[in-house]
């Protein structure tokens, strides 16, 4: 019977048939171990010399690493095994002799990795990674399918920006001119929660960024919940839960993915809402404290967030910013016109801002100012005007950025391992 290694447990001390790669080989004495990766789990074969076939013994001096084969044998339970359970070979076929793998068990450089990325997924240190990206994004619609949250897709390719002009990538697009590769599903989840209440849009985005921090891709993905009739505040409190069930949701189904990482999971343990709160105003003030000036209307840099974010061991909000710093479509704030309803979410231990959101202006001659003073076309968006000549109401919503909450929670120094195929400034292959 064939069956994934995930799946070894249930069929002990019976024959088993599996089909995989080889990580690494080894032996002792009369004994050769196999160590086997399929995807799924990783598992130890033996072939033990008086009881192994002579020429199925010997075929384990040819096996090189990533060499794909298919192996049969009955299963024990051993717990020094990895898993628990070991799998006594009586049988191997190989689909290909590997010759020359790039990537060996010593230490490569990241430049060297990133260009054999397609092959590196295949450590199990990658794939850590990977199952924890696959849980949080698992965590995320079923936190927000739980709640009665529709996913409504929005355009990639799309006419207009979301979060200023700076960063857009373009393409022609037939004989209408510029397409633009979407900042933000966010406009377009503004109709949606206008049609449906409580809608969310989970996919790529993409910023023409010139910047090559630790914290930036070209191309992420990022969720983007967006809530009809929702002040700041129940914004704010749909943040707070949303990140506590990912993290609970990790900690409960990846405890062996974290401990491959050496994560520090007390730091996750800890996650509790309600988070702390800084106003914009009192940020300045603790920089301040701590030496460093910022002018009032300067947006916080990653510099000023990691200060910030290390004074505390919760995500920490940050709200009312001054509106010279954020984008168009923020609302005012009725008791401070220079500032904005809006928050962003800092993870702690220096990870950085996961979560940008705010509530809408919901006004139309306020919003129409606010696309003049930013030099936006009131023609090209003239569809999101009229969310506010139709029954308009007080709404609004975030973007959480997957990969940095990947990066966080796995502890990742840089975001470009928290994707299978990262896009940075320097980076489009593979
Ligand atoms: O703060 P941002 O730019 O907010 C928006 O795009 C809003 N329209 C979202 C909304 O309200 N629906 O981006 C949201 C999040 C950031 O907090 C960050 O986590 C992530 O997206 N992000 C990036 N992640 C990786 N690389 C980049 N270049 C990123 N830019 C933003
Ligand atoms: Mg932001």
């Given amino acids: 019977m064939i069956v994934s290694i995930a799946e070894c447990r249930q069929y002990l001390n019976q024959e088993v048939t599996i089909r995989g790669w080889l990580v690494h080989k080894r032996s002792s004495g009369q004994v050769r171990f196999l160590i086997i990766r399929d995807g799924s789990g990783i598992l130890q074969a033996i072939l033990l010399k008086n009881k192994a076939q002579a020429e199925v013994f010997q075929s384990f001096d040819l096996l090189t690493q990533e060499s794909s084969l298919v192996v049969t044998g009955i299963l024990h339970a051993d717990s020094r095994a990895p898993g628990g359970v070991e799998l006594e070979l009586s049988r191997l076929d190989l689909f290909q002799l590997t010759k020359d793998y790039p990537i060996s068990p010593k230490e490569h450089g990241i430049g060297f990795l990133m260009e054999h990325r397609h092959l590196w997924l295949r450590s199990a240190r990658q794939q850590a990674i990977l199952w924890i990206r696959h849980e949080l994004i698992r965590a995320i619609h079923d936190f927000l399918d739980g709640h009665h949250f529709i996913q409504l897709d929005a355009p990639l390719l799309t006419p207009a920006a979301c979060e200023g002009t700076s960063t857009l990538f373009s393409t022609s697009y037939f004989d209408q001119g ?18 449906f209440g409580r809608v969310y849009c989970f996919g790529p985005t993409f910023r023409a960024e010139k910047s090559k921090t630790r914290r930036h891709l070209t191309e992420f993905w990022m969720v983007e919940p967006e809530i009809a009739f929702a002040d700041l505040e129940e914004l704010i409190s749909w943040a707070e839960k949303l990140i506590s069930f990912m993290i609970e949701r990790v900690l409960a189904k990846r405890r062996p993915e ?16 309600p988070f702390p709160r800084l106003s914009y105003s009192q940020a300045i003030d603790l920089l301040a404290q701590k030496g ?8 916080l840099g990653g510099d000023e967030e990691t200060l910030i974010a290390s004074q505390f061991d919760q995500p920490l909000v940050i709200h009312r910013y001054p509106s010279v710093c954020k984008a168009f479509y923020m609302k005012r704030d009725p008791e401070d016109s220079r500032l904005v309803l809006n928050m962003d979410i800092l993870a702690p231990e220096g990870y950085g801002e996961i979560i940008g959101g705010s509530a809408r202006e919901e006004d139309l001659e306020q919003l129409q100012e606010r696309i003049k003073e930013h030099n936006l076309s009131e023609e090209d968006l003239r569809w999101y005007l009229d969310l506010r000549r139709f029954g308009t109401v007080p709404h609004g919503g975030f973007g959480l950025g997957l990969e940095r909450v990947v990066a ?23």
């Fill in 292 to 299: 460093v000036s910022l002018p009032f209307g300067d947006d």
């Fill in 258 to 273: 974290l401990q491959l990482l050496e994560r520090d999971i007390a730091f996750l343990e800890k996650i509790n809402p």
């Fill in 408 to 430: 966080w929670v796995c502890g990742l120094k840089h975001v470009r391992e928290a994707i299978p195929f990262p896009r940075t400034l320097y980076r489009l292959y593979p």
């Fill in 178 to 195: 510029s397409a633009y590769l979407s900042q933000s599903g966010q406009l377009y989840m503004e109709a949606g929660a206008m049609a």
